[in-house]
């Protein structure tokens, strides 16, 4: 009779782990595919818009990221958006759309970097949930004059490259978004010429350590590109 009860028990906890085996594939698969949506509503890898040529890649340290990329047209101009929502996995990938959406429909109503960004700073905060800490660089390309209107809410400074090796801080704007009700935010303006490169990175990047606990740096970064 003993060995009868353990045989049984045997085979319950066996149909429990393959039940349990079942589950996790499908969470794997389905955070797999929760991560293909998300890297397609972000970049795009490669676009060119006239003698624009952009390019964009994100390597999330789990399925789901809260760093994103985003790129779209706004009457005739070329609009570019690059944030950290702070987290990792399901709760900032779910955060993610919620930003990129107001992020989309508060600049074709504003057109201005700064205004938008006051606009999705305000949204963020009027849900009254606990809002993740939100970096932002957006950018409003011109595509008649190349003179980019952009405004920075605590993000890593893009960095703009001259052809001729000269290397410009893009850091006007304002703070991180959704910590402050009512925060103000400011436009800064450069033009862009041949041979010029904008560049916009994650801070995960900078703070990437060798071996012996070095940091990558921006100035490694600078070399890289």
């Not at 949506?37 to 390597?59: D, K």
């Not at 400011?186 to 350590?209: H, M, P, Q």
Request: with cysteine; net charge negative; hydrophobic share 40%.
């Amino acid at each position: 009779m003993g060995s009868t009860e353990e045989l049984s028990h045997q085979a319950a906890l066996e149909e429990d782990l393959a039940r349990l085996r079942n589950e996790h594939d499908d969470l794997r698969r389905t955070f797999f595919e929760a991560a293909q949506v998300q890297r397609r509503l972000c970049g795009p890898r490669h676009r060119r818009f006239g003698a624009l040529e952009v390019a964009s890649e994100i390597f999330p340290v789990r399925h789901l990221s809260g760093d994103f990329v985003s790129l779209f047209e706004c009457a005739g101009d070329v609009v570019f958006a690059i944030g950290d929502i702070s987290g990792k996995g399901l709760p900032a990938g779910m955060w993610f759309t919620h930003v990129l959406s107001l992020l989309r429909q508060k600049f074709e109503e504003c057109g201005d970097p700064a205004a938008t960004l006051s606009a999705v700073n305000r949204d963020l905060l009027c849900t009254h949930l606990e809002v993740p800490l939100t970096t932002l660089f957006l950018a409003r390309l011109c595509m008649k004059t190349a003179e980019v209107t952009y405004s920075n809410a605590g993000h890593p400074p893009a960095l703009l490259l001259r052809a001729k090796g000269q290397v410009e801080s893009l850091k006007e704007g304002g703070p991180l978004l959704g910590v402050m009700t009512g925060a103000g935010f400011s436009n800064g303006k450069v033009a862009l010429r041949s041979g010029d490169t904008l560049l916009g990175y994650f801070d995960g990047i900078v703070e990437c350590c060798n071996l012996e606990g070095f940091d990558f740096g921006v100035v490694r970064l600078l070399a890289a590109v």
